[in-house]
């Protein structure tokens, strides 16, 4: 772990030149961060010591892959709401989640008006397959259970992570 205990302020740049060196996407590399490491002048154990850190910390939340569905093949693509009851929501949550057709899977508070305490984010290829994979989702939800619909995205909007602006100097 990399010991900055006594200066502050440059961890505070090294983790700010982290996160602008990462906010592109990792280089599709063999070693993505190897190679960032030495763009950055660190070693790669000493990157992946402060990324923990960071996610430790709460600095960062996490570091993950951002698809294009779309590119890969899988162009019907739905948000499905799920009124489930609120005492079981959570545990159904992390098992849907968990389903490899499954790319989004969170709790949000009822709404005046808006019954949906789970969002469940289904792809698939075809439309066929996407009704297919959300009646599993359903047999999941078993007995709390109480209605669902589908959103269609009408869309495609950019998705990117933190981004940092220069300080001025």
Not at 85 to 98: K, L, P, Y
Not at 120 to 145: C, F, N, P, T
């Amino acid at each position: 772990m990399l010991d900055y205990a006594c200066r502050p302020e440059q961890q505070e740049q090294l983790q700010r030149r982290i996160v602008t060196a990462l906010q592109d996407g990792l280089p599709l590399t063999r070693h993505p961060y190897r190679e960032v490491a030495a763009d950055l002048g660190i070693d790669e154990q000493e990157l992946l010591d402060e990324l923990e850190q960071m996610l430790d910390e709460g600095i960062i939340r996490r570091i993950g892959v951002v698809p294009n569905h779309y590119a890969l093949g899988y162009s019907y693509n739905l948000m499905v709401v799920w009124d489930v009851e609120d005492s079981a929501v959570d545990s159904i949550g992390f098992t849907i989640g968990a389903l490899d057709f499954v790319s989004h899977c969170y709790r949000r508070p009822r709404l005046p008006g808006w019954i949906y305490n789970l969002f469940v984010m289904v792809h698939g290829k075809s439309q066929q397959e996407v009704e297919d994979k959300i009646e599993q989702v359903r047999l999941l939800v078993g007995s709390a259970y109480r209605s669902h619909t589908a959103l269609k995205s009408t869309k495609i909007l950019k998705k990117t992570g933190l981004r940092l602006r220069e300080r001025e100097k």
